[in-house]
């Protein structure tokens, strides 16, 4: 059994075995040990009934908890966003922003935040474009929250993509569009901008 560490951040490992991710929960000394295994479990739990619910809905990793601090799910082997999207034709970058704005649509539809919407979160596989790490996610109904989802996003394509940045944004909020409340949460959007243009 093969086994690679692919990402280690400061909450999780991301640990390759085979055709399998295991995302491993760090243990943080700092804390009191049954307080910190309170907080992963929680942590774990929330996030893998999010994907569940995600995978049910747009294309997106199907888990199983391993324990308290461990999901296991499917490697998507394709090709994260942050670092290919650049290197496609412009139009071909059109096609995946649609789809990546049918499929946020999706989640909000089903009131899923996804809390980390960022091209490096994106991996483009046959054609489709698989959502991972909910490790920010949460369930919510407000438009608030989908508005700063949907801000997460701009922000991102903004610094990382920025040649296109505009056109690609215009893709994505077009598609979300086929999302029943998405008027007043683009509404919400404009005002939480505009937040964020008077604290700079």
């Known amino acids: 059994m093969k086994q690679k560490i692919i990402q280690q951040g400061a909450e999780a490992k991301i640990i390759l075995i ?10 943080k000394s700092y804390r009191i040990a049954e307080l910190d295994e309170a907080i992963r479990k929680r942590r774990t739990k929330s996030e893998a009934k999010l994907l569940e619910k995600a995978s049910q809905i747009i294309n997106s990793p199907k888990p199983e908890i391993e324990n308290f601090d461990k999901i296991k799910m499917p490697f998507i082997d394709g090709k994260k966003l942050s ?4 290197k496609f034709s412009l139009e071909k970058q059109k096609q995946i922003c649609k789809k990546i704005g049918k499929s946020i649509a999706k989640l909000h539809e089903a009131d899923i935040i996804h809390g980390d919407l960022t091209t490096s979160n994106m991996i483009l596989k046959d054609d ?5 790490d909910f490790g920010l996610g949460y369930i919510s109904h407000k438009f608030e929250d989908k508005a700063v989802d949907l801000h997460l996003l701009k922000q991102a394509l903004e610094a990382k993509h920025f040649k296109y940045w505009e056109i690609l944004v215009k893709e ?10 998405s008027k007043i949460v683009l509404e ?3 005002a939480v901008e505009k937040r964020g243009r008077y604290k700079h």
């Open 83 to 86: 670092e290919h999207l650049d």
């Open 18 to 27: 085979d055709s399998n991710i295991i995302k491993d929960r760090i243990k």
């Open 128 to 132: 489709k474009i698989f959502f991972i």
């Open 188 to 190: 919400r959007l404009k």
């Open 172 to 181: 994505v909020l077009t598609n979300y569009k086929k999302f029943k409340d």
